[in-house]
């Protein structure tokens, strides 16, 4: 296997995923090792963008990275009938169709454990595998609307707002891989796989969190507070000398070291000021207290006061800056692939870090670029590929 050695190598992921959720699941298990591999329909049968953007754009070539590609058209019956060649000899199997269009193909979950047993199937939808919205097609904006978070996003009264990344697609993708990662820890004892499901609504309502329970728990509806936290005082944006920066400063102990080191401890004697409890039902003058000193200083030597003093706080990067801070050159967030039509590639890096574990560095491959090497680790000979070709199926 390709990457002998490494935590998940021992797994074989058929790769069925497209845009952006489901290639976001895969992702988290070929970025520490796993044998992905990608399947896509050969050129001649792809109907419109396929796979979402262009092949060597960033976004594909950050959802795709790590996995060996083939080209397999599941429309063609003998290219299904090789497809379930493959599950017999896989680990888990992940896809981001439409419900129905799983059932249309016979590759549902009842159809692949009839052929491997063992087998995890994970799933990515709009909405759900059942109920009344199943079939409707699935969105990432469409979730955040639906899930509540344009709903707090944004200045007060400014109405609904987008956020600036796909998060419903990305929690989906991250939320569904570590199903697998359990259904496949739960196989060892069993020896029988899972089907793991999620939804681009479930995973958004989940990100809800605090504000979902809000709702479940005291039946408040919350609303937007901009970049204001919804519940903690002092906490959000605040001009300086020479720009803006982000304070967070909830509970006592924080405030009393704000006051200390932004020397109001005389106006911190107002009531207003005294607790949590007070500090929040007077937002605007606890904000416009800390505005009025904060402003007298730059940002950069308010950061390293209020830092030094334990009260985390920080500056607001447009993309150049957050790649150009120190302690993000530091930690390698920026990570080189070689590629070998452009060199190299600089992509993004796995969040986590595994001591002793360095992530595999494999380019996104091109469509295809690896049926004739996939294929004969499955059995199939070049005799056979070249009349399964004549035939469409890959």
Same mark, same amino acid.
């Given at each position: 296997?390709?990457?002998?050695?490494?935590?998940?190598?021992?797994?074989?992921?058929?790769?069925?995923? !497209?845009?952006?959720?489901?290639? $976001?699941? @895969?992702?988290?298990?070929?970025?520490?090792?796993?044998?992905?591999?990608?399947? *896509?329909?050969?050129?001649?049968?792809?109907?419109?963008?396929?796979?979402?953007?262009? !092949?060597?754009?960033?976004?594909?070539?950050?959802?795709?990275?790590?996995?060996?590609?083939?080209?397999?058209?599941?429309?063609?019956?003998?290219?299904?009938?090789?497809?379930?060649?493959?599950?017999?000899?896989?680990?888990?199997?992940?896809?981001?169709?439409?419900?129905? @269009?799983?059932?249309?193909?016979?590759?549902?979950? *009842?159809?692949?454990?009839?052929?491997?047993?063992?087998?995890?199937?994970?799933?990515?939808?709009?909405?759900?595998?059942?109920?009344?919205?199943?079939?409707?097609?699935?969105?990432?904006?469409?979730?955040?609307?639906?899930?509540?978070?344009?709903?707090?996003?944004?200045?007060?009264?400014?109405?609904?707002?987008?956020?600036?990344?796909?998060?419903?697609?990305?929690?989906?993708?991250?939320?569904?891989? +570590?199903?697998?990662?359990?259904?496949?820890? *739960? !196989?060892?004892?069993?020896?029988?796989? !899972?089907?793991?499901?999620?939804?681009?609504?479930?995973?958004?309502?989940?990100?809800?969190?605090?504000?979902?329970?809000?709702?479940?728990?005291?039946?408040?509806?919350?609303?937007?507070?901009?970049?204001?936290?919804?519940?903690?005082?002092? $906490?959000?944006?605040?001009?300086?000398?020479?720009?803006?920066?982000?304070?967070?400063?909830?509970?006592?102990?924080?405030?009393?070291?704000?006051?200390?080191?932004?020397?109001?401890?005389?106006?911190?004697?107002?009531?207003?000021?005294?607790?949590?409890?007070?500090?929040?039902?007077?937002?605007?003058?606890?904000?416009?207290?800390?505005?009025?000193?904060?402003?007298?200083?730059?940002?950069?030597?308010?950061?390293?006061?209020?830092?030094?003093?334990?009260?985390?706080?920080?500056?607001?990067?447009?993309?150049?800056?957050?790649?150009?801070?120190?302690?993000?050159?530091?930690?390698?967030?920026?990570?080189?692939?070689?590629?070998?039509?452009?060199?190299? @590639?600089?992509?993004?890096?796995?969040?986590?870090?595994?001591?002793?574990?360095?992530?595999?560095?494999?380019?996104?491959?091109?469509?295809? *670029?690896?049926?004739?090497?996939?294929?004969?680790?499955?059995? +199939?000979?070049?005799?056979?590929?070249?009349?399964?070709?004549?035939?469409?199926?890959?």
């Amino acid at each position: 296997m390709p990457n002998s050695g490494l935590p998940l190598a021992r797994f074989t992921v058929l790769d069925l995923t !497209r845009v952006r959720s489901g290639p $976001t699941c @895969v992702r988290q298990l070929a970025d520490w090792g796993a044998n992905v591999i990608k399947i *896509e329909a050969p050129a001649e049968v792809e109907v419109g963008s396929g796979m979402g953007g262009d !092949r060597h754009g960033p976004d594909f070539q950050h959802v795709h990275r790590n996995k060996r590609g083939i080209t397999l058209n599941l429309k063609n019956p003998d290219g299904l009938a090789l497809f379930k060649r493959m599950v017999a000899k896989a680990d888990v199997v992940v896809e981001n169709y439409r419900p129905d @269009v799983k059932d249309r193909l016979g590759i549902n979950f *009842e159809a692949l454990s009839a052929i491997n047993p063992r087998i995890i199937l994970g799933s990515i939808s709009g909405f759900g595998q059942t109920g009344p919205y199943a079939r409707r097609p699935g969105f990432d904006q469409i979730a955040q609307g639906m899930g509540g978070l344009m709903s707090v996003t944004g200045l007060p009264g400014q109405g609904p707002v987008r956020v600036g990344i796909p998060v419903a697609d990305l929690t989906a993708g991250l939320y569904t891989a +570590i199903g697998i990662l359990v259904a496949l820890l *739960e !196989r060892e004892q069993t020896g029988r796989g !899972r089907w793991v499901h999620t939804s681009l609504l479930e995973a958004m309502v989940a990100m809800m969190d605090f504000q979902a329970t809000r709702w479940t728990m005291k039946h408040e509806v919350p609303k937007q507070a901009g970049n204001d936290h919804p519940t903690t005082v002092p $906490t959000g944006l605040f001009r300086t000398k020479d720009g803006i920066m982000n304070l967070a400063g909830g509970g006592q102990d924080m405030w009393n070291r704000i006051v200390a080191t932004l020397g109001i401890e005389e106006q911190a004697k107002d009531p207003a000021f005294a607790t949590d409890k007070s500090r929040a039902q007077n937002r605007e003058k606890t904000n416009a207290l800390l505005q009025s000193v904060l402003e007298t200083d730059t940002t950069a030597n308010w950061i390293e006061k209020l830092n030094k003093a334990g009260v985390p706080s920080g500056p607001i990067y447009a993309m150049d800056e957050v790649f150009a801070d120190p302690q993000v050159q530091h930690l390698g967030l920026e990570w080189a692939v070689p590629h070998p039509m452009f060199g190299e @590639v600089k992509l993004v890096r796995a969040p986590m870090n595994i001591e002793g574990v360095a992530s595999p560095r494999r380019p996104t491959p091109e469509r295809g *670029e690896h049926t004739a090497e996939v294929l004969a680790e499955f059995g +199939i000979s070049a005799e056979e590929l070249a009349a399964l070709k004549a035939k469409g199926a890959v």
